[in-house]
């Protein structure tokens, strides 16, 4: 199962994670802030708290906000091309449509 096996804060609304996959990046959050449910964030001081959860294995904050590891992992490496079919099969990359012949 993936988690989250370390969190640093940075600045701004970034923070350098560290994962049980062994991949590692800093992932940078700010755009996630726009949603309703991630608004208390914009708050850099209150961002800035979030650490990683050994119980939740994931990055949390305060105000009991967190994030799946599966999108802190997409969020933080999403290029990575051995993860691509990893993405597909989680939903946060479209599926490839098959040719038609």
Known sequence: MLHVT???YIQDY???LKFSTGHSGVVDLEDRLNTPAFAALKDQDLFAQGHLD???QTL???NEIDLAPEY???RT???APELQEQYIRW???PS???KSA
């Open 60 to 62: 949390v904050w305060p």
């Open 72 to 74: 802190l992992l997409f």
């Open 91 to 93: 939903g946060y990359l």
């Open 14 to 16: 970034r923070f350098e």
């Open 96 to 98: 490839p449509v098959a």
């Open 54 to 56: 050994s119980g939740a």
């Open 6 to 8: 370390f969190a640093k």
């Open 77 to 79: 490496l999403p290029h």
